[in-house]
């Protein structure tokens, strides 16, 4: 079904997903509005293709052809017009997670691309419907969707978010491309955090709550994820996770949720991931957050 995918925003997500759809030998171009992004991109799924290479699991040719498959592209031309190609059967978009912003980008897209191209947006927790609204009618029915998560190289969930405007046949047909591509994709409603971040909001938030009371010390954060991993099966304990993802970034999700909750204690963002971004402090990708990292 798919074989021209266009990837916008090539920070954690776009990159992996580009990465991904590589590997299932879709033609892929991976475009962003910052060249240092798109440089840093490209050295790491072509450093992580090296060290897959090494252990094995794809071959010098399998490599090669991921290689020539996937092309890295400004966002913009010269002249501010778009500059990804028109004809792709799919777009997914992998930018900040700011509505105003996705959907300012959907609308260019919507007059630069082929009617038939299909609009993904890899958004954690804004509304697909709200992304979608202001689009041509046939767009809106070409419009859903795709959460990946983190590595998604690795996690096998996508979650599939069609709108009351998606196409049946359109939603159907990616569950099956998905699944024959060995993912497990999930059809959830079009409601704040879909499934796994609306249920993951507690893992963060009582955990938070806990670092809190007992004091915000690395000792305890390391008592709260190892409690979590060894005795409740998790495979990484919620600090862990949150450095993974970025402290920003769940702090924005859990604002949209809440928000969209219409601001419901049990959804409510902690002074603490407020203080480490307002520090910088943004988990894995600054080297600093919960834990240190080299
Ligand atoms: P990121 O901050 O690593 O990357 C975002 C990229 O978008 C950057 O490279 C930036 O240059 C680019 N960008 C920003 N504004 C842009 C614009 N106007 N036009 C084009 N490019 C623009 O963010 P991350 O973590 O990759 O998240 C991207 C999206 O994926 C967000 O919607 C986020 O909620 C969602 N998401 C994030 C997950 C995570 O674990 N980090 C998991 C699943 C979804």
Known sequence: MLNKVSIIGAGTM??????????QNVEVELVDIDSIVLEQAKNNIYGSW???????????????????KLKFGPLYDSNKSLALATDSQLVIEAIVEDLDIKKNLFQALD?????QTVFASNTSSLPIAALSKELSPSRKSNFIGLHF???????????????QDTKTELTDQLITW?????????????????IVNRVARNFYG??????????????NVRRVDSVLKECGGFKMGP???????????????TQSVWDSFNKEPRFAPHLIQKQMVDAGKLGKKTNQGFYKYE
């Open 178 to 194: 998905f699944r024959d591509k060995n993912k497990k994709p999930a059809l959830c409603s079009d409601s704040p955090g879909f």
């Open 149 to 163: 998560f983190n590595p998604a190289t690795i996690m096998k969930l996508v979650e599939i978010i069609p709108t």
């Open 206 to 219: 009582e955990s938070l709550r806990i670092l809190s009371e007992s004091g915000h010390t690395s000792d």
């Open 14 to 23: 776009g990159a992996g997903i580009a990465q991904w759809f590589s590997q």
């Open 111 to 115: 007059e630069h691309c082929d009617e």
């Open 239 to 253: 600090f862990e996770l949150m450095d993974l993802i970025g402290i920003d970034i769940n702090y924005h999700v």
């Open 50 to 68: 090296k060290k897959l290479e090494e252990k094995a699991k794809f071959t010098k040719d399998e490599i090669e052809t991921f290689i020539s």
